[in-house]
């Protein structure tokens, strides 16, 4: 870099108005911290790099007057009452700054210290994810794993006629549930239901008659009487619609048995029984109900019979009281007793005391109940901790089954360690029970949502194919929620991942995900923005080296140029233009390596019509930029002025 100055110059003295330049941000008279009154231009929409010794007055020229100013001028176009929730900053000392544009700071301050705040949430991710699951995500029944889908009448047809081939196009019986509620007796129901024409009852089951609409043989019957039955059952069995297929016997056709409504009912295993009428006889043939074909026009899973609720963006939000888990409110973790601080020497035993809480002279007498209990249930009191067996320490911690309450179940059954801090926490109103409380207490994940922050129900959803996911999460890798009735067998089966097996893939396994997901067509033009803005973010991510970081990774947790870094993604993603960037080295913690990839977004921002200055030591970043200014000569007192602004080259 030569140490010739070029246009714009430094000005030793402040330009008359007239020759003001339009395209620069002209500095006047900066004298904030050791600036020697200092009067310059700095040419918009470019990379300017401010270098110098220690002290030598680069953060109180870029931070102190540049951004202040800007960010104090940005504010002000606010209205008093929005203005007293924001950041004021001082004016700085000058005489005027002129032609700067609304300013951001992007610096290696980490000013957050929520649990709720994680990398996802910083870079605006979580909210374009929880978007495009409500429109382009998948259910999948968390009592099943089956396909949970809205049916309509074409659709059940298509359905049928598959069914129908594959089990030899037996009849059918197309019948609607009906309950039977609380206040109504079961004749009166049916009375209303022949004044509109329906006298013919399939079942009966738990307060729900199964009403026929129609009997048809699939091959035989015309679309239009298909459909039109399927239309009037879903009409009156309130989206639900049942079809039989029945076997086919010697005797007379099992349909021809529900003619008596009185007649024929189903055990809870689905099995036909007769009820007042004699046994059939062995050569009557009467198989047993067979499972039926279930449909509905509702996200509902007819053979679970659990109902699921529209997808929402605040359903897949752990911020919002619609999809954060009820236990831990959307934190992942819960505050509970720590058992490896109540029994912290696994060497000791019962006998001497490895229940450390009442190893003190006011809780000596809960250690003699343990004793007392254990002679009498067998539990060896002169075993090491790690060597009991696993039911045994279960009785130790849980208690003994059966256990109603200490009214009713005290003394008589052993209440457990658990029972005693539960017994422990009704007397928290006391200062030392709080104190005695907090010694063995700690974060543990959450039971209920397995430290995934969302209901089971956002969970339920899951995006793309099964082999996009199998290209970046084996199959045994993947979560499977609690409380869902199918194990890891079905999990492996099913396409796509849900919300929470995305978030936990890196950053770059996550941008291949998304790289070459295939969503259901035909996608809407919103769907498709979606996808190229979180194309984009992840690549971005990916560019400035952090490609390592999880999307769930609690923003507290980096360091300062992880989110500078991440700062600068997300400046580059939210597409802002006519806006001044001032960053603080942010070449700290990159390996050379990934020194141009930082440079790049820099020149992106650049390129979008934005103007950077950065304050940088790195050589690789002050050959990139389009103009380099030293500040100095010395630090302190010795510094505060321009040694040389113009070029690299």
Known sequence: MHGRPAAPATLNNPTPMSETRGDAIVIRGARQNNLKNLTLELPLNELIVVTGVSGSGKSSLVFDTLYAEGQRRYVETFSPYARQFLDRMDK??????????????????????????????????????????????????????????????????????????????????????????????????????????????????????????????????????????????????QGRVNIYPLAEGDGGHPSSLVSDPGLTRYSESGVRRLEGAQAPSSNSRLTPHPFPWRYSTDLHCPDCDIHYSDPTPSLFSFNSPVGACETCRGFGRVIGVDYGLVIPDESKTLREGAIRPWLSESYRGWNDDLVKYAKKRGVALDTPWRELAADARQWVIDGEPGWVSWRKSWPGKWYGVGRYFKWLETKAYKMHVRV??????????????????????????????????????????????????????????????????????????????????????????????????????????????????????????????????????????????????????????????????????????????????????????????????????????????????????
């Open 436 to 649: 005695l409380l907090s010694r063995y207490r700690a974060y543990t994940s959450c039971e209920a949502c397995g430290g995934a922050r969302l209901k089971p129900d956002a969970l339920a959803w899951r995006l793309g194919t099964k082999d996009d996911a199998d290209a970046v999460l084996t199959p045994d890798q993947r979560f499977l929620p609690n409380g869902v009735k199918f194990g890891k067998d079905v999990l492996a089966r099913l396409p796509g991942l849900a919300l929470h097996d995305l978030v936990l893939l890196p950053v770059e396994r996550s941008r291949a995900f998304f790289a070459n997901l295939h969503l259901p067509a035909p996608m809407d033009e919103a769907a498709d923005l979606l996808l190229t803005d979180i194309r984009a973010r992840f690549s971005y991510l990916n560019e400035v080296g952090l490609g390592y970081l999880t999307l769930d990774r609690q923003s507290r947790t980096l360091s300062g140029g992880e989110v500078q870094r991440i700062n600068l993604t997300t400046a580059l993603g939210t597409s802002l233009t006519n806006t001044l960037f001032v960053l603080d080295e942010p070449s700290i913690g990159l390996h050379p390596r990934d020194m141009g990839r930082v440079i790049g977004v820099m020149k992106r921002l650049r390129d979008a019509g934005n103007s950077l200055v950065v304050v940088e030591h790195d050589p690789q970043i002050m050959l990139a930029a389009d103009r380099v200014l030293d500040l100095g000569p010395g630090p302190g007192e010795r510094g505060g002025r321009i040694v040389c602004f113009g070029t690299p080259d």
């Open 92 to 237: 700085p000392q000058v005489d005027a700054i002129e032609g700067i544009p609304p300013a951001i700071a992007i610096d290696q301050t980490n000013p957050v210290r929520t649990s709720r705040s994680t990398v996802g949430t910083m870079t605006e991710l979580n909210d374009h994810l929880k978007l495009l699951f409500a429109r382009a995500a998948h259910l999948h029944c968390r009592g099943c794993g089956k396909h949970v889908a809205r049916d309509t009448p074409d659709s059940i047809f298509e359905a049928l006629a598959g069914h129908a081939h594959a089990a030899g196009d037996p009849r059918l019986v197309i019948t609607f549930p009906v309950p039977v509620p609380k206040n109504f007796a079961e004749s009166e129901v049916r009375q209303l239901l022949e004044r509109q024409g329906y006298t013919r009852i399939h079942a009966r089951r738990d307060g729900l008659l199964e009403v026929v609409q129609d009997r048809l043989r699939f091959s035989n019957a015309e679309r239009a009487r298909v459909i039109e039955a399927l239309e009037a059952a879903l009409k009156f069995g």
